[in-house]
């Protein structure tokens, strides 16, 4: 399945209430701190996400990518938060729900989430046990926001001729997704 049917598949699966629920409890951590707009991204205003939502995709794409990918990522200056929003832009039936999912994942607070803090304050590792809590956890509407704000995240780390330096992915611009997964790799990833 490509990533965006994937990404697609998973925010279908957010039902109305269960996602209600999670943005009730993400704005209850919102009350004593209040949420702050984030700083503004360089470059055109965002289309689809908001400033903070831009600053978890970006966090949410460097966890996502792993060690080897951040270091590429870093080294190639990629804005992976710019990306996913240029594809949410295109996908509008999908932008604002996910924007409601991302903001449960920085805002999100303990007892439902293992922190106290936004996602994009905590260092690298707890962002990775936040992500592993998502993904393992016993609450389908918890595996099923991992997999929605995952999927925005490998789409903006690898969803563009950009970041071919980053993915090693042979294709160029205008190349469909569903080619490039069919694509045998010359050699493997390290």
Do not use: N
């Not at 490509?2 to 919102?30: C, F, N, Q």
């Not at 046990?129 to 099923?144: D, H, M, P, V, Y």
């Amino acid at each position: 399945m490509s990533p965006e049917g994937e990404l697609r598949g998973a925010l279908l699966a957010l039902d109305r209430r269960g996602l209600l629920k999670a943005a009730g409890l993400a704005a209850a951590a919102l009350l004593p701190g209040g949420c702050g707009a984030g700083p503004a991204p360089p470059g055109p205003p965002l289309a689809a996400l908001t400033p903070r939502t831009w600053a978890v995709v970006d966090a949410l794409a460097r966890r996502v990518a792993g060690r080897a990918g951040r270091e590429r990522l870093r080294a190639a200056g990629i804005d992976t938060g710019r990306r996913a929003d240029e594809l949410l832009a295109r996908a509008p039936e999908l932008a604002a729900p996910l924007d409601q999912a991302l903001l449960v994942l920085e805002f999100g607070f303990f007892p439902w989430l293992g922190k106290l803090r936004p996602f994009t304050a905590l260092s690298g590792p707890a962002q990775d046990r936040i992500l592993q809590e998502l993904a393992g956890s016993r609450w389908a509407l918890k595996r099923t926001l991992f997999r929605a704000v995952r999927s925005v995240g490998l789409l903006g780390c690898y969803g563009s001729a950009l970041h071919q330096p980053v993915s090693r992915h042979p294709g160029v611009a205008g190349v469909a997704i569903e080619e490039a997964m069919t694509y045998p790799a010359a050699r493997p990833l390290p």
